[in-house]
């Protein structure tokens, strides 16, 4: 049987921890990384605004794990909010329009698709 792996790191700490691999040059390897768990814990998704630096690595992630490995994003912000926290509406758009397409979303106990979930 496979090992299961997983990662459930703060979106900030997730943040700090690319711009650290991003000034060490070793960027691309920190993402083979992570993409390295079948299921990353987004966790704090909102809680904190990002500037525009931010904003683009997390879109890295995002982009990269995007219909090939499980990610599950902890929030409270509804996907309509989203471009406050993540300071692009553009950026914000690219975003929720990957973890969109396809997903399961559980809103308390209540899981659903995407398509019942405008916020």
């Known amino acids: 049987m496979p090992s299961f792996h997983r990662s459930k790191p703060r979106v900030s700490d997730l943040i ?27 966790d704090e998704m909102g809680y904190l605004n990002f500037d525009l630096s931010a904003a683009n690595l997390l879109f890295q992630v995002i982009g990269a794990r995007y219909e090939t ?29 990957r973890i969109a397409h396809r997903p399961l979303i559980s809103i308390g106990r209540h899981i659903t698709s995407s398509a ?3 916020g």
Do not use: H
């Not at 309509?80 to 950026?91: P, T, V």
């Open 116 to 118: 019942n979930y405008i």
């Open 16 to 42: 700090n921890e690319m711009r650290e691999a991003q000034t060490d040059k070793k960027l691309a390897d920190y993402l083979r990384m992570i993409n390295r768990c079948q299921l990353l814990i987004l």
């Open 69 to 97: 490995a499980s990610t599950f994003y902890a929030t409270n912000v509804p996907f309509s909010g989203w471009a406050q926290f993540i300071g692009d509406e553009g950026l914000a758009t690219a975003i929720v329009d």
